[in-house]
């Protein structure tokens, strides 16, 4: 082991400042900011930032860790970063961490190597624990809703899980409120409550508005963890005057450039003038935004540097809205073809 990777000491004032929510009916709480591994957590990626950006969020009270099977490049390559990061770091204080992953996504060869089977959930879920190195998942997620297998063998699936020791809580992702409601009521009855929901959800992206998820999640006492709060980095100031180098949008990866066009950015812009006259950064309010209310348990950030992490962690000290803020921020947040998670919760 590195002499640099033993000497990291979590900061002692890490709960001081960071809001704690509790997600849905559940005991659990969630810190207001959480941080997904999903980009910068690969093989593209050097392995320092990932320490730096993980040891960051730690220190300022983010205790949520956000990955799924196939996050990479290549797919699994950022649970087995996370898993090395928890035996230097994080070592000693896995009781402080809610540590989620995912299955539904392509990542192995064949027929069962993706969807909602019962066969693909189970063997995923073992091979991140073997690569993360260790017993259990705080959160197991079906990553996206299967129409080929029938909810109730997908639902089942996360029940046995749990039953197995493999994972506290389980959660579905990018399912639409119709869908939602009857994985809810199987999940109960099965006696594994659904913990928690993870749409996408942005100023830029409403769709669980207009569908009716954001309420029935609301009714139904289930939490939810927003992905994209920033719109993959648009809701940040980064593009408002052309397209930096190293930013998300070069890649060529998830962030298209053609989701950049002159209406958006002018919206941007204009978003950008509010968080200004709120003493706050876009990223900031973007963050603020979807918290509001109390709607949303937790905003699920991605970063690619520790100082991004610091940026929006600032989020919390201004989470409120007027009532005029929020009807000149509507002016500006239409949703826009943007949303890539759209099949699935249409489906
Ligand atoms: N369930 C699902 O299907 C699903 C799908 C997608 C994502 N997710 C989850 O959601 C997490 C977050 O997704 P995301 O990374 O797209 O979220 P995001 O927070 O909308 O975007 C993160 C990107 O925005 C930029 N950024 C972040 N903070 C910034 C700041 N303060 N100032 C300027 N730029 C900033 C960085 O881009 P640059 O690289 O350009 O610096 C960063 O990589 C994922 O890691 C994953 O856990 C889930």
């Known amino acids: 082991m590195k002499e ?26 969630l810190p207001a900011i959480s941080l997904g591994l999903w980009h910068n957590f690969g093989h593209d990626t050097p392995h320092k930032t990932k320490q730096d950006i993980c040891r960051k969020a730690f220190d300022l009270g983010i205790t949520h860790f956000d990955l799924a099977n196939n996050y990479g490049p290549p797919a699994g390559s950022a649970e087995e970063a996370f898993g090395e990061i928890l035996r230097t770091d994080f070592a000693g204080y896995r009781d402080e961490l809610i540590i989620s992953s995912k299955a539904g996504y392509p990542m192995w060869p064949g ?29 197991f997620y079906s990553h996206r809703y299967d129409p080929d297998t029938p909810l109730e063998e ?32 199987i999940l109960k ?9 993870q749409p996408s959800y942005n100023m830029l ?11 029935t999640l609301k009714e139904e006492g289930v939490g939810s963890i927003a992905f994209t709060p920033l719109a ?17 949008a070069t890649q060529g990866k998830t962030l298209k450039e ?18 200004k006259g709120r003493d706050q950064t876009l990223a900031q309010m973007a963050i603020a935004w979807v ?57």
């Open 189 to 197: 009855d099965l006696g594994t409550p659904c913990l928690i929901h």
């Open 258 to 275: 053609s989701f950049l066009t002159q209406e958006v950015i002018s919206n941007v812009k204009s978003l950008n003038e509010i968080a």
């Open 154 to 185: 997908t639902m089942g699936a996360l029940d046995s899980i749990v039953r197995a020791g493999k994972a506290l809580y389980v959660g579905i992702s990018s399912y639409n409120s119709e869908r939602t409601k009857q994985a809810v009521a």
């Open 111 to 139: 027929p069962y190597g993706e969807w909602g089977s019962k066969k693909y959930l189970t063997a995923s879920c073992d091979q991140s624990l073997k690569r993360m190195g260790i017993d259990y998942v705080d959160i």
């Open 4 to 29: 640099r990777d033993m000497a990291y000491v979590p900061a002692s004032n890490r709960y001081e400042t960071m809001i704690y929510n509790k997600c849905g009916n559940s005991g659990l709480k």
């Open 291 to 347: 918290l509001r209310d109390g709607g949303i348990t937790t905003a699920l950030i991605g970063a690619s540097k520790p100082s991004q992490v610091e940026d929006c962690a600032g989020a919390i000290n201004n989470l409120d809205f007027t009532s005029e803020e929020l009807k000149e921020i509507d002016k500006y947040a239409k949703s826009e073809a943007i949303n890539l998670w759209a099949r699935s919760s249409d489906a």
């Open 232 to 248: 993959q980095g648009m809701l940040t100031s980064k593009y408002l005057n052309g397209i930096p180098e190293n930013s998300r």
């Open 205 to 215: 992206n409403r769709w669980i508005e207009t569908d009716g998820l954001k309420e």
